[in-house]
């Protein structure tokens, strides 16, 4: 799949964009946390290198046509405080991920980074579905979620292996029409770069987190 390059949205008082070097920052922050490196890519105890690498491989999401991976950041300051990303399915579906650094866990960071990459993705003319698969334990990011506007459809036994262990995953989902019978969440994109999909599909990758 031939994707173009990723927008900007901002709204809500973040801004969600490519990732730049300078967010070794925050991935040296989240690399002493058990709660993200545990569920995610991030590398536990990130060096310099370790930590741009990890960047790196967000570009490439992008590049080798498999998706997008976004810094979530503060509008005023630009800082990076998360990830938001997305896996494009060759069915016309994309699945979404995020996570928040503790520092701004709580003040509506997800909710608001969720909203504008969900409005955006359901605009693109491949994309007709979008999931979340959250583990029923995570209380803060169901109700992420369902703040956004997503549906809870039921649970997944034994979905995908994360920590080394087979994880039952509940299955949320977002469809355009949701959109239209519901007033826009907070977060709703304020300004943005549109994009395309074009070509073959890619099947989905594995995770519930970014």
């Keep these: 799949m031939t994707l173009s390059a990723p927008p900007r949205l901002e ?21 002493a946390d058990p709660s993200i490196t545990s569920l995610t890519a991030v590398p536990p105890a990130a060096d310099a290198e370790a930590a741009l690498e990890f960047i790196r491989q967000q570009h490439a999401r992008q590049t080798e046509g498999r998706g997008y991976s976004f810094a979530i950041a503060s509008s005023d300051t630009d800082r990076a405080c ?4 997305l896996w494009l399915d060759r069915y016309e579906r994309a699945s979404l991920g995020y996570w928040v650094a503790a520092r701004r866990r709580g003040g509506g960071v997800a909710s608001a980074a969720l909203a504008l990459v969900s409005h955006w ?4 003319p491949a994309v007709h579905r979008l999931e979340l698969h959250i583990q029923p334990w995570n209380e803060g990011s169901r109700r992420t979620a ?3 506007g997503y549906r809870r459809e039921g649970l997944l036994r034994s979905w995908q292996e994360v920590g080394g262990a087979r994880r039952d995953m509940l299955m949320y989902s977002l469809l355009r029409d949701d959109l239209a019978s519901r007033n826009a969440p907070t977060g709703q994109p304020a300004r943005g770069g549109g994009s395309s999909l074009r070509g073959g599909g890619v099947s989905r990758q594995p995770g519930a987190c970014a």
């Design 121 to 124: 993705c359901l605009t693109l």
């Design 146 to 148: 369902e703040r956004v």
């Design 82 to 85: 998360g990830q938001i990303g």
């Design 11 to 31: 709204g809500g008082g973040v801004r969600v964009r490519p990732f730049t070097d300078r967010d070794v920052e925050l991935i040296y922050e989240v690399s």
